[in-house]
């Protein structure tokens, strides 16, 4: 179950719902932390392929003299150290979905042999001389704005529209802030169970509030960090989120950003002069 599927992420549920069933590629775009990853998986288990292997791979965690062999394998011999055959991320995909996280960091290299892999459904080890078919579907995701790397030469226009068959934006929690209740009872939930906590606690009257009225810069993943550490804080029922509030690079001239009224650009500028000299 996503949380957020019946309120911030109505749109997106929609298009994964219409999606999940083909065999096209899915470009997810959102920021990091706004929950990709979730997306890709719900696409995975919604699909004809479920029952296959959903493998993920961090492009930009892998140093790239090593992409090419994590994600194609390599035959014995085919480098210093390879004692032995390797099969790849994508041929242990083979039947369900290969999740390409920040695709954008990429080599161009590797970005023509991944072309190859989605126009021909085949593969070469590195050092091999056998081409082998494969039977993956492809789902990619980015927090970079691939068109202005195309513009750089960065990123190859064919990929990117191979892989942009069918794009989904993914909405940054700041701007599906009624999710946050429930994500936050997901997360009290989840975590624990894993601290392996005999009752559940609660948040204190208005940490809610003040949790909607922060503007989360890390999405998701910042949100449950700040359950996590409030439930190592809070050893009693009741979780405060006392540390919300006092998050690293934010103050209190950066309330203005939470306002709702307009402010005039006088204002902002002389907010924005003051935050400016404080961090100085």
Not at 179 to 206: E, W, Y
Request: hydrophobic share 40%.
């Amino acid at each position: 179950k996503v949380v957020g599927a019946r309120q911030g992420l109505r749109p997106v549920m929609e298009m994964v719902h219409q999606v999940a069933p083909l065999e096209s590629p899915v470009l997810l775009f959102g920021e990091t932390g706004s929950g990709k990853e979730v997306i890709a998986n719900t696409i995975h288990h919604l699909s004809l392929r479920s029952a296959g292997p959903f493998i993920r791979v961090n492009c930009g965690a892998i140093p790239p003299s090593l992409l090419d062999s994590e994600l194609f394998g390599h035959e014995k011999g085919a480098f210093t150290g390879a004692v032995s055959r390797k099969r790849g991320r994508i041929e242990r995909a083979q039947g369900g979905t290969l999740f390409l996280d920040e695709i954008g960091e990429l080599s161009a290299e590797t970005q023509i042999r991944l072309l190859r892999v989605l126009q021909e459904k085949e593969i070469d080890r590195v050092g091999g001389s056998e081409t082998d078919k494969v039977n993956i579907r492809i789902i990619a995701a980015t927090h970079r704005n691939l068109e202005v790397m195309m513009e750089k030469s960065q990123f190859r226009a064919d990929l990117f529209y191979r892989l942009r068959v069918f794009p989904i934006t993914i909405p940054p929690l700041r701007d599906r802030k009624n999710d946050i209740p429930d994500l936050v009872t997901h997360f009290i939930q989840k975590k624990s169970k894993d601290m392996k906590r005999i009752n559940i606690p609660c948040p204190a009257p208005g940490a809610i509030r003040r949790l909607m009225a922060y503007h989360w810069p890390g999405n998701i993943r910042e949100l449950e960090n700040a359950v996590e550490r409030s439930l190592i804080l809070d050893p009693g029922d009741i979780l405060h989120f006392s540390e919300v509030t006092h998050q690293p690079g934010q103050d209190k001239n950066s309330d203005f950003f939470l306002n709702s009224t307009v402010q005039s650009l006088d204002a902002v500028m002389k907010d924005h002069i003051q935050h400016v000299l404080d961090l100085c």
